[in-house]
């Protein structure tokens, strides 16, 4: 007989529910402390860029482990799992930050095309704001060629509710 007991990861899933990536997700708040916590030493690899939480395949919360090329391996250069959290590579290339404009841009000014990221934005039609502003435009994302921006649902999206406009937001539609 053993005497040994069995002993669970903080993140392994304990439900049939597919886990969310999500700040509120318990198992992704362990992850995220032991992502914290190994982070410094994995950036000691200079192939390394960085590192953040994600899902496997099989939707398990992971450490992404983010480098410059495909030289580094699992198992070999990066360990196949961190306290119990299983480790993945994604090469994203050098991240470097992009070039700032000079003289400086008001985020929250009228500005014309291409608007600098960072701008406040929101639906077009956004009466509870005054027409402006939900939050910001955080990001530019280039798919297949055509650039689009990144932010957030309650920016570009929240109006889900008939209100004082008489409209509901839907994809496709302008934003400010």
Known sequence: MSCEKSVKSPVEPTAQEPIQLSK???????TM????????DL?????????AVTLTADGK???????????LKIGKDI???IDGVPVVIEVTGVIRPMKTTTPPVSHTAKQ???????????????????YCCGGTLGSLVSIGGKQHIMSNYHVLEADIVLGGNNKV?????FVI
Not at 33 to 40: A, F, G, H
Request: aromatic letters at 4%; zero cysteines; hydrophobic letters at 30%.
């Open 33 to 40: 402390v032991i992502q914290e916590n190994n982070t410094p």
């Open 112 to 130: 014309t095309p291409p608007i600098q990221l960072g701008t406040s934005g929101g639906w077009r039609y956004d009466l509870a704001n005054g």
């Open 79 to 81: 360990p196949e799992m």
């Open 24 to 30: 509120a997700h318990p198992q992704i708040q362990a």
């Open 169 to 173: 937001a839907e994809n496709g539609d």
């Open 61 to 71: 919360p992971a450490i992404m482990v983010m480098t410059k090329t495909d030289k």
């Open 43 to 51: 950036m000691k690899n200079p192939e390394v860029v960085g590192t």
